[in-house]
């Protein structure tokens, strides 16, 4: 397994979870990472992106001011801390990896490795 998310489950609206993704080393260390999710019956959609370095990040503007997505490159990890939860956020979430030293982008065909989703479920 390359990439390994983790952290989700059920909150009340307003609450907070924050995922974590794994990676290997291999895929990890200068590669852009994103998140993405998938509700029920829609398409899987860009959450957050953040490049390689850590330098850049960029949101969907559905979570923009609500979610930080951050790396730990010595621990090989990409968080996504999501705050102010609301039962719209309810989606499978994945973390995703662009080859190394590509861009990270919004397109979800763009990412090349792909974790095996958490699932993330927003009471109202």
């Known amino acids: 397994v390359q990439l390994q998310a983790s952290g989700g489950g059920l909150v009340q609206a307003g609450g907070s979870l924050r995922l974590s993704c794994a990676a290997s080393?291999?895929?990890?260390?200068?590669?852009?990472l994103g998140w993405f999710r998938q509700a029920p019956g829609k398409e899987r959609g860009f959450v957050a992106s953040?490049?390689?370095?850590?330098?850049?990040?960029n949101y969907a503007d559905s979570v923009e001011g609500r979610f930080t997505i951050s790396r730990d490159n010595s621990k090989n990890t990409v968080y996504l801390q999501m705050n102010s939860l609301n039962p719209e956020d309810t989606a499978i979430y994945y973390c995703?990896?662009?080859?190394?030293?590509?861009?990270?982008?919004?397109?979800?065909?763009?990412?090349?490795?792909w974790g095996q989703g958490t699932k993330v479920t927003v009471s109202s």
């Open positions: 995703a990896a662009r080859r190394t030293l590509r861009v990270p982008t919004i397109n979800p065909y763009d990412y090349d490795y």
């Open positions: 080393k291999r895929i990890f260390s200068n590669n852009a």
């Open positions: 953040i490049t390689y370095s850590g330098g850049v990040t």
